[in-house]
């Protein structure tokens, strides 16, 4: 069993930038492939990134990449994600989830544990 809770939002204005933490209880976080995805005003929830259980492994959404970037601290039991050059497009409800196991990272069908979710609001 794993818990998940995620903190970090707020809002912000374009350009901006914040860290997103997910603190995890549980023995086994160190085993699970975490990921952060988000659900924006009226739409799907979608993938934002993931990171493999040793940390070696990143990967992101198109919409993010060279902006965003998700770590883990197994010591910490803590997996973050680092925004940078926040968009109008990138105010969502961000939650942090965890899998252990997977054949795509990316699916969200593959993810046991999800967090309440925070909310990140970028004004323009």
């Known amino acids: 069993q794993v818990q998940l809770v995620e903190s970090g939002g707020g809002l912000v204005q374009a350009g901006d930038s914040l860290r997103l933490s997910c603190a995890a209880s549980?023995?086994?976080?160190?085993?699970?492939?975490m990921a952060w995805f988000r659900q924006p005003p009226g739409k799907e929830r979608e993938f934002v990134t993931a990171i493999t259980w040793s940390g070696r492994s990143t990967y992101y959404a198109d919409s993010v990449k060279g902006r965003f970037t998700i770590s883990r601290d197994n010591a910490k039991n803590t997996v973050y994600l680092q925004m940078n050059s926040l968009k109008p497009d990138d105010t969502a409800v961000y939650y942090c989830?965890?899998?252990?196991?997977?054949?795509?990272?990316?699916?969200?069908?593959?993810?046991?544990?999800w967090g309440q979710g925070t909310q990140v609001t970028v004004s323009s």
């Open positions: 989830a965890a899998a252990r196991t997977y054949r795509d990272i990316r699916d969200a069908s593959y993810y046991t544990y």
């Open positions: 549980g023995r086994s976080f160190s085993d699970c492939g």
